[in-house]
């Protein structure tokens, strides 16, 4: 359990996030790719991921996702998850930060993005809430200032949804959504 200091440390800079950042491959889905017959690629996604972000969306909290890596599946699934734009095949991922915070007016300090490996390292020493997966390298865990309890693509997403929300005093009200 996290003692009171760093659950409030936590708990501010979450609640300053306007924009989430999110990787795909390790974050948004376990990290395997299977490829078919033809060479097209597959992905799993977990669907209480894409509620997260869903929420996310319905409170004002924008998702943007940044991937060294294109994929066919990468769009639809974002198209379900109401994300505001896909940036694939960037490296280093710090190239389009400049234009994230002009287009959606925010400062770098209210910006918090979720990552895994080492191509996520540029974009973690950057944002104000950097988040690395559960199953994350150890140098994004070294720069991350909150470690997931769930892995990449198996809920950890939705975990940093409901933190952001709760942190933010919006996820009650969502949950009345749901209880009709």
Known sequence: MLNLEVKENLRQLAKRVKLLLLDVDGV????????D???????FFDVHDGLGVYL???????????TAKGSR??????????VKAVFENISPKTAVLEKILKKYKCDISEICFVGDDLVD??????????????NAAP????????ITIRTGGRGAVR???E??????DKWNQLLRLYDV
């Open 139 to 146: 140098e994004i865990k070294q720069a991350a200032s909150y």
């Open 163 to 168: 933190l952001i929300l709760k942190s933010q």
């Open 37 to 43: 017959s033809r060479g097209h690629d597959m992905k």
């Open 56 to 66: 996310l969306d319905k409170a004002g909290i924008k998702t943007i996702l940044i």
């Open 159 to 161: 975990e940093v949804a």
């Open 73 to 82: 599946a990468i769009k639809p699934r974002a198209r379900d998850m109401r």
């Open 121 to 134: 390292l540029c974009l973690m020493k950057k944002v104000g809430f950097p988040v690395a997966v559960f």
């Open 28 to 35: 948004l889905t376990d990290g395997r790719i299977i490829y």
